[in-house]
């Protein structure tokens, strides 16, 4: 079976602090593709970043890290010093090699962040 | 700039009034995708197209119908809606099937009101 786990549904933060989006996920497949989506109150899903199974390493862009680790089946996402626009509904995504690039989402997580 | 376009952005039907939403591409992509998202809910496959190959979801309804005439163009027809059919339609479109499972490029999204 293949899942995401976004046990956090609304998390609300004071502009400045840092915060952490949990996404777990579960695949039998050894190779497989992680993506994180942010959905402003506009509605048009952004994407942030893509993840290959084979590479573990961590990434940061700006204020925005990931956090790969296959040993606990994680992929999550850190946005520091947070700002008011960050507010958005953040959707963790896996694509599993047998459902060729079909998107599984996570029920996503709603970020508040308050001035 | 390249993008995912969709019209309208909102949608006012009656219940069982046919109704189609449309979608376009800049990008040259070869998939297109249509979701359904509503209300705190994460994006939901309906079906997509990989060139002229129609794949639809196994539990998507027989009501739901999709035309890509080319590679530009998409469309979502809904032949008779009823009042669970209101929801946030979305596009989206990636650079296509293979090794790689590319991330995809969402549309601002139709919000489709049925009264």
């Known amino acids: 079976a293949q899942k995401v786990t976004q046990a956090q549904t609304e998390i609300s933060v004071v502009e400045k602090e840092d915060v952490t989006l949990d996404c777990v996920y579960e695949t039998r497949d050894t190779t497989y593709y992680l993506f994180w989506y942010k959905q402003p109150p506009s509605g048009e899903l952004v994407f942030l970043i893509r993840?290959?199974?084979?590479?573990?390493q961590n990434e940061i862009s700006g204020r925005y890290s990931w956090n790969f680790q296959k040993s606990t089946s994680s992929f999550n996402f850190t946005i520091t010093a947070s700002q008011v626009v960050d507010s958005a509904v953040y959707f963790c995504a896996l694509s599993a090699w047998g459902n060729t690039d079909k998107l599984i989402f996570g029920t996503g997580t709603r970020l508040q962040v308050f001035p | 700039d390249a993008m995912v376009i969709q019209n309208p952005r909102y949608q006012v039907t009656q219940f069982g009034k046919p109704v189609t939403l449309s979608c376009s591409q800049t990008?040259?992509?070869?998939?297109m995708y249509w979701y359904q998202q509503k209300s705190s809910q994460a994006p939901k496959l309906l079906f997509h197209?990989?060139?002229?190959?129609?794949?639809n979801e196994a539990d998507t309804p027989d009501n739901f119908q999709s035309r890509r005439p080319n590679t530009s163009f998409c469309f979502l027809d809904i032949r008779s809606p009823g009042l669970g059919d209101a929801a946030m339609y979305l596009c989206?479109?990636?650079?296509?099937?293979?090794?790689?499972?590319?991330?995809?490029?969402f549309g601002p999204g139709t919000r489709l009101t049925v009264t």
């Open positions: 990008l040259n992509h070869n998939v």
């Open positions: 993840r290959n199974s084979f590479d573990e």
């Open positions: 197209y990989y060139d002229k190959d129609f794949n």
């Open positions: 989206a479109t990636s650079r296509g099937k293979g090794d790689t499972h590319y991330e995809q490029y």
